[in-house]
């Protein structure tokens, strides 16, 4: 058969389905069965579009009009009279179903009713299955199957289309059900590839419901576009051919114009990025200035630039001294409290004024919006098992919502303002209380049937409650100072099983008296209770109702009810008892620390004992950490709101802090991404190529060639001095580290003069000489053969390592010096005075080469070119002995902390960059510039306050050391405190791997429609 006779055949075939197709009208093309869950879903929805949308051959066509294809799919056509009713009428008035099929879908009870009524209906010949997962024997419910539930071949028989990509086709893939719980970023990459294989499967799709054969439908489909594509070609080609001369002018300028405006608006989306950044929400602030970086394109004026902030918003996500803030959570709801689920993956919550909002533990995202309140929700709590969420409102309602489906499960109507809402360990039962008008009352909810198991009513004002670990009692703590303040009741009744004993105490007048309580909660293990008068903790056994222990300790934060925590092997007690909190052995009672966050006015906190953490929270938000006895971070910046609920994970990595008056809960990373390890010691000098560190930890002077990471301690006569001087000019470490020098003045001895001592310690060996002068600091030459010293009045010498005695003597250079930079010839110098003004010296020739205002970090002599490159306040420079002085700006975020005259700068070739660090007394900072571009890199914030910080940067420019503060070490109590110089080594790392590390804390996270429209990126 040639080509035209196939032509007719197939037009003769369209025309028969076409006919068969319009003999009888149906409401709906057809009814898609799916389950509410992803990809299924998603793929339904698109299937759902692709069919609307879908233009059908002329053949279709009735009295010259396009045939309109409706779908009916339960999320869009619903109407609110009774579910099943609403169903069985779409079915009946359907020409097809289409059943999305994935391993998940034979579970679904719904789709099975809705596959038997559509085949008692119309028979099944009329149903298209599409497969998204799995084979058909395990993707097909029974009812599709038929009598052939176990012929897989029959089975491929009746599969309309196959929407599963390579990757769910391999035997190692572990299904959606797994990447719904694990893995959102694989599961949205695997939805986008169905979706993308359904543009070519919709013809099959198609032809199925129109009676028509896939390839003619296809080729037909084919012809049409072609036909449109050349119509509008020859339409453009004409009127660009009588307009294009016009129009090439006009659109260069409209092209030029939406260049500006594309850089405008990436340029506003970076500052807001910024804003997100200062606020601490890391990831808020990544995802923006993705969204501006999207629009740029490289041929665009300000591209360079903008590049930069976007790179400079990506590393400040990333380098931190510590711990920091990774997103917010908006709330906008200042009642409600958190619930993490038990595998700690999602954070429940109310979400404004009526709805409840399921989000990601990890990254922040807002996974799920259940409704069905219509006031504001105040608690929440996750079943052990993850499957259901109680969510309590002010609206007198308790409903469940069914996690796994996605839907309301339960709504227990309850009068009364929602006090506790909590599942019981074994997730049998839900325990609920409420306040109705001021008396509490509490219920006990069977979990299989949600029927009322118990209630009682406790009328006299309660300080706290607490449930035993079984749930079968509740331990009470009233307000009133009777005999039965603390009771433990039985949970299904309310009826007292075991009275308290009361603490005997004296007043001033010697008069005995009973002591009040003041909190009271069970132990870790459940045997024992712990109990707090205002001046003691008793740890109560409920075996043998005796004390286990009695600490006297004075506690002053009344109206705190979170003043204690224990470890989960009841090792460890931790009491808040300000302004201290105190670490109290759990068998003796004895305290092994106290700890004081002494900069925050410490008023919460929070433990996680995996990793012995303590982190406390001032009144304005700011926070501490103490780990192993040592404050390891200090007055950390929360970024707005006083967090007065927290969340430590399980696993010592996050802190979700819940701040009421803010209406946000924080997700804080407790660990550096970039941190390589802390250093228990200070910078005291690096040799000019910065192969040699060295150290000071307080006690003993070391020497390190491995950037800090190891060190070997030297044995020098005068370590004291450096005890905490604010910074050292005046030691030194030679390039090859083999030379110690040290400046000093001697005061147990009689000479007047100043001792220049030389230890070399590859011999243990030192000499010394007495200088007449005034000496400001010591300088190595490059190649270790010479020490360079430098006097105010008499000027520069210089000494021969080997005898310490002086070669040459340059009474011209002198003065102020803050420090000296020296070419690796050892011909050129530049000198930095204290005024601010760099010099340049050849010091073959003895002359003044230049005079430079600002500080030279790097000089360098190449075939007699000299070049120096410097600072100079905010900006940069190089000077050329051929080509003179250039500068440029480095960014303004460099301005937001004050410079000073201790601050300390560092430049390496390898990596072109330069190490600012900013000693003020008011905000200290560690800024790292791209020194060609003056562009800001990242910034680290530095704690220390003792003495001025000092830095080192590797050879290779892989690893930035900084002084990060001067850190206590808690004991017993104030007498067993001691102090620790610490140091941190942190990586510097290459574009790949930050972006790595930034996919890392997103983890799949996009902005939402909704924040997009809030922050400005899209309109409503």
């Not at 289309?161 to 572990?174: E, H, N, S, Y």
């Not at 105040?378 to 996605?406: H, M, P, Q």
């Not at 200090?634 to 802090?657: C, H, M, Q, R, W």
Request: glycine share 6%.
């Amino acid at each position: 058969m040639d080509k035209e006779q196939k032509y007719e055949a197939a037009s003769d075939e369209m025309k028969k389905a076409g006919n068969e197709y319009n003999e009888k009208e149906y409401k709906y093309t057809a009814f898609i069965s799916y389950r509410h869950v992803e990809p299924d879903q998603s793929i339904a929805k698109q299937v759902h579009q692709m069919i609307e949308t879908f233009k059908a051959p002329k053949e279709f066509y009735q009295n010259g009009k396009r045939p309109a294809f409706r779908v009916f799919r339960d999320r869009e056509e619903l109407a609110a009279r009774d579910l099943s009713t609403s169903i069985r009428e779409a079915l009946e008035t359907s020409r097809y179903l289409i059943v999305i099929c994935s391993k998940r879908t034979p579970l679904s009870e719904w789709c099975r009713k809705e596959i038997e009524i559509f085949k008692s209906l119309h028979g099944q010949e009329r149903i298209i299955p599409v497969l998204i997962e799995g084979e058909p024997n395990e993707a097909f419910p029974v009812s599709l199957k038929g009598k052939e539930s176990n012929n897989e071949e029959a089975a491929y028989e009746i599969l309309a289309a196959d929407l599963r990509p390579v990757k769910v086709l391999k035997a190692d893939f572990k299904g959606y059900a797994y990447l719904q719980d694990n893995d959102r970023q694989s599961l949205k990459e695997l939805t986008k590839e169905s979706l993308s294989i359904l543009k070519t499967e919709k013809y099959r799709i198609m032809a199925a419901l129109l009676g028509c054969a896939f390839g003619d439908l296809k080729q037909r489909d084919k012809e049409r576009k072609n036909r449109r594509i050349l119509g509008i070609s020859i339409l453009s080609g004409t009127v660009f051919l009588i307009f294009g001369i016009f129009m090439a002018n006009a659109y260069q300028k409209a092209e030029l114009a939406r260049k500006e405006a594309v850089q405008s608006n990436a340029n506003i989306l970076m500052k807001t990025s910024k804003e997100f950044l200062k606020e601490g929400d890391y990831l808020k602030g990544v995802l923006v200035a993705k969204e501006a970086n999207g629009m740029l394109r490289e041929d665009m004026k300000y591209y360079d630039s903008l590049k930069a902030e976007e790179e400079f918003i990506l590393n400040s996500s990333i380098y931190h001294s510590g711990a920091s803030t990774l997103t917010t959570i908006s709330t906008k709801n200042n009642l409600t409290y958190m619930a993490v689920s038990d595998d700690e993956k999602y954070v429940a919550y109310g979400l404004e004024n009526n709805d409840t909002a399921v989000a990601s533990v990890q990254n922040g995202e807002v996974l799920e919006v259940f409704t069905g309140h219509t006031q504001q929700v105040k608690l929440v709590d996750f079943s052990k098992d993850n499957r259901y969420l109680a969510s309590s409102s002010f609206d007198n309602t308790c409903i469940i919502y069914d996690l796994e489906k996605g839907e309301e499960k339960v709504k227990l109507e309850i009068e009364g303002v929602p006090m506790l809402t909590r599942f019981s360990e074994d997730g049998s039962k839900l325990f609920y209380a409420v306040n109705a008008n001021n008396v509490l009352v509490f219920y006990t909810y069977d979990t299989t049937n949600w029927q009322k198991q118990g209630e009682f009513a406790i009328s006299e004002p309660l300080k706290t409650v607490d449930i035993s670990k079984d749930g079968s009692e509740i331990l009470v703590v009233l307000c009133s100072n009777t005999e039965e303040q603390i009771t433990i009741r039985n949970m299904a009744d309310g009826k007292i099983v075991k009275v308290i004993p009361r603490i005997n105490g004296k007043d001033p007048s010697q008069g005995e008296y009973e002591k009040p309580y003041i909190y009271a909660k069970y132990s870790s293990d459940g045997e024992n209770l712990l109990l707090l008068t205002y001046s003691e903790l008793i740890k109560f056994s409920l075996q043998n109702n005796k004390e286990v222990f009695k600490k006297e300790i004075m506690i002053n934060d009344l109206g705190d009810l979170n003043l204690i925590m224990e470890s989960d092997d009841g090792k460890n007690i931790i009491l808040k008892a300000n302004p201290r909190i105190s670490v109290l052995d759990g068998k003796s009672g004895e305290i092994s620390d106290e700890i004081y966050f002494p900069n925050i006015k410490m008023k919460y906190f929070t433990y996680n004992n995996k990793t012995n953490t303590i982190v406390g929270f001032g009144e304005n938000g700011n926070y501490s950490i103490w780990r192993d006895k040592t404050i390891i971070e200090s007055n950390l910046n929360y970024g707005g709101g006083v967090p007065t609920e927290f969340v430590f994970l399980k696993d010592g990595s996050k802190i979700l802090a819940n701040a009421h008056e803010s209406q946000t809960i924080k997700i804080i990373e407790l660990k550096s991404r970039v941190l390589s390890e802390n250093v228990t010691a200070r910078i005291m000098a690096n040799s000019n190529d910065s192969s040699h560190m060295l150290l000071y930890d307080g006690n003993d002077l070391a020497v390190s060639d491995d950037d800090g990471r190891t060190v070997k301690k030297i044995t020098v006569d005068e370590p004291s001095i450096y005890a905490l001087l604010a910074a050292s000019k005046l030691c030194q470490i030679s390039n090859n580290g083999r030379y110690y020098a040290v400046m000093f003045k001697d005061y147990m001895s009689d000479v007047p003069h100043k001792t220049l001592k030389l230890y070399d310690l590859s011999n243990n060996k030192k000499k010394k000489i007495y200088i007449n002068n005034t000496a400001s600091l010591v300088y190595f030459s490059d190649d270790s053969k010479h020490i360079f010293v430098m006097d105010s009045a008499e000027g520069l010498s210089i000494y021969d390592v080997e005898n310490l005695k002086q070669v040459k003597r340059y009474s011209e250079i002198k003065g102020d010096v803050l420090n000296m930079k020296l070419s690796n010839d050892s011909k050129i110098l530049a000198v930095n005075m204290l005024s601010g003004t760099a010099f340049l010296y050849n010091l073959e020739t003895n002359k003044q080469i230049d005079e430079i205002s600002g500080e030279i970090i790097n000089v360098e002599n190449s075939g007699g070119e000299i070049t120096a490159k410097g600072v100079k306040k905010n900006s940069i420079f190089k000077w050329n002995s051929n080509s003179g002085l250039i500068t440029w700006d480095m960014d303004d975020e460099c301005r937001q902390t004050p410079q000073s005259f201790d601050d300390v700068h560092f430049y390496n070739e390898n990596a072109d960059i330069v190490m600012i660090i900013r000693n003020n007394d008011i905000d200290r900072k560690c800024y790292v510039v791209d020194f060609s571009t003056g562009k800001l890199k990242f910034v680290l914030n530095v704690a220390l306050r003792r003495y001025n910080a000092n830095g080192h940067i590797s050879p290779d420019g892989k690893l930035i050391t900084i002084d990060k503060d001067y850190c206590e070490k808690s004991g017993k109590d104030s007498d067993h405190w001691s102090y620790e110089m610490m140091t941190s080594i942190y990586n510097v790392l290459s574009e790949g791997e930050v972006s790595k590390e930034v996919d890392g804390i997103l983890a799949g996270r996009t902005l939402s429609q909704e924040e997009k429209v809030r922050i400005g990126i899209t309109a409503k």
